[in-house]
DNA sequence: TCCGTTGGTTTCCAATGGAGACCAGGTGCT
DNA sequence: AGCACCTGGTCTCCATTGGAAACCAACGGA
């Protein structure tokens, strides 16, 4: 009975133009996989900056491997949220830009990485908190 | 040399409070990892609506397995996001609740979420778009 | 000549995610 | 009485994913 309380979240194709991601066959749903996701959102974030190249984000981004970086910039570019221009110079160049697209989202992507970068202690203070009082039934490594 | 026209971003553990996500080894990245994933983001919406229990949440969230619902359950438990409760009733019945903490994050997430139901057609478009020109070299199912 | 740099792709292996079986223990339905 | 089904999970199995590293072509510099 709780599902008809919920009364803005239609079937995501319905009489509304919006789509609803809590449908699991919603293409709003795939996009959120996309789009909610480690590299996608650093990715983004780096380039609202500045446009920059493959190397230079993988470089910036410590940590994606190169299999990563680059299946996730050809998603992005898939999606229109960044543009890949090539430049047939001496090594080829490849830079990638953030589009208008791409930048509309950063907003919500910064205010994220804003809440991580300084809510941390309090996770962490949590965390240690429970790994105390349920330590013994949840080790580190099970 | 281009790291060093990163004003702003230190190396995680500097003099500033808050911590550096583009830094693999911080905590922060980890923390980014888990609240920038699918099922989380739809967890944390729901609850931020209303307390519910645990086949509340998956008949809610269509398409997630028990599995993940209860792995992301507790994950976000112990990252303090999300309390669980026990009441020991006829069938125990064990209903999570979202706390201050992780209500202070649920406003990006929503403007995550926002965009994509919004912005939906114009990827589909782009999408469309990249699918139509390089067709022939990235088809669907290669 | 050999290394490094460009931007990737490919291969291999470990970790993750999903489908579905299984669990306890009580309750209603027949 | 017996059976299915509710609660909230866990466990096992398999497919997909992610990461590390090798490989690639073409060119520049030592």
Known sequence: ????????????RGTTARGDVFAADCPTRRL????????STLILLTLHDQPMRFNGLKRRIDGVSQKMLSQTLR????????SRSVVATVPVSVTY????LGASLVASLRAMIDWAETRMPEVAAAQAAYDTISG??????A
Chains 1, 2 share one sequence.
């Open 1 to 12: 009975m709780q599902e008809g309380t919920f009364s803005s979240h239609g079937h995501c």
């Open 97 to 100: 830009a953030i589009t208008p």
């Open 75 to 82: 998603s992005l570019e898939r999606d229109g949220l960044v």
């Open 136 to 141: 013994r039934s949840v080790p580190e490594i």
């Open 32 to 39: 959120l996989d996309r789009i909610a996701d480690k590299w």
